[in-house]
């Protein structure tokens, strides 16, 4: 009897480890809201020279279309948003050290950044585009075989470019740079023959200078955008997919599109 007792209590001494041990793993998980509740904010990790997601205007402020999403969401969530310029090609590092709460920039969902950090819902399409000087002879993107191209260093587009094997192979070269404007740089320079760029940035430069460029036909892949966020913050992720969805809901995306892109191309 006292042997039976005694398993019966160590049995129930186990099950009551297991459930505060289940309860304990819900409680980290579900705390990631309330700690951003708690801090008053969340901080937005981001390339502050990111047009027209994110850059500074000629006053130094921030601004953008992602800018203005999060300051929305944020006002919906009842908190405030910081936001801080980090380096680009170690931003994940940056979100999953905790001196960022979420990657909000444009940021593409890639199956490689899936094995490190979660996403929300997609909320814009993208392109990586190939652009090339208006009298280039390049017409396809067979014609870069040879050639030098320009990208920014740590973007999808240049996840992209490697992604595409037989292309990347027959490249002469591929430059990296800290920012997307250099490259452009480098391609009105000569020292490049074409720029693999977010389509979304891209017609933004090019914009500023009509003539200059054309982009090509082909591309180096369509991809979605969504906000990046640590796998463990799984209330503040689900928080924030319902406060997007209620901006898509109610127009207020469709909206800020508009004044940024001249048209809705928020994903539904």
């Known amino acids: 009897m006292k042997k039976k007792f005694t398993l019966l209590a160590l049995t129930i001494f186990i099950t009551t480890i297991l459930f505060a041990g289940c309860a304990n793993t819900k409680q980290a998980g579900d705390s990631s809201l309330a700690d951003i509740k708690s801090k008053g904010k969340f901080v937005v990790g981001l390339d502050d020279g990111f047009p027209p997601m994110g850059f500074r205007d000629e006053k130094n402020n921030l601004v953008g279309f992602d800018i203005d999403l999060a300051k929305e969401a944020a006002k919906r969530m009842g908190v405030a948003v910081e936001f801080k310029p980090v380096d680009w090609d170690g931003v994940i590092l940056s979100l999953n050290s905790k001196d960022i709460d979420v990657i909000w920039n444009g940021l593409t969902i890639t199956e490689e950044r899936k094995k490190q950090i979660a996403y929300t819902k997609p909320y814009l399409n993208n392109r990586q585009i190939i652009a090339v000087l208006a009298n280039s002879n390049i017409k396809t993107k067979a ?16 996840e992209a470019i490697a992604a595409d094997k037989e292309t990347a192979s027959k490249l002469k070269e591929i430059k990296t740079f800290d920012k997307f404007p250099t490259a452009l740089a480098e391609l009105k320079s000569g020292r490049a023959q074409a720029v693999v760029i977010d389509e979304l940035v891209g017609r933004y430069y090019m914009a500023k200078e009509p003539g200059v460029y054309v982009i090509l036909g082909d591309d180096f892949g369509k991809e979605t955008l969504g906000v990046g966020i640590r796998k463990t913050d799984t209330t503040f992720l689900n928080e924030l997919d319902k406060v997007l969805d209620e901006m898509k809901a109610d127009g207020t995306a469709d909206k800020i599109s508009k004044q940024w892109f001249g048209e809705s191309i928020i994903v539904k």
């Open 143 to 158: 014609d870069l075989a040879g050639k030098t191209i320009a990208t920014q260093l740590g973007s999808s587009s240049e």
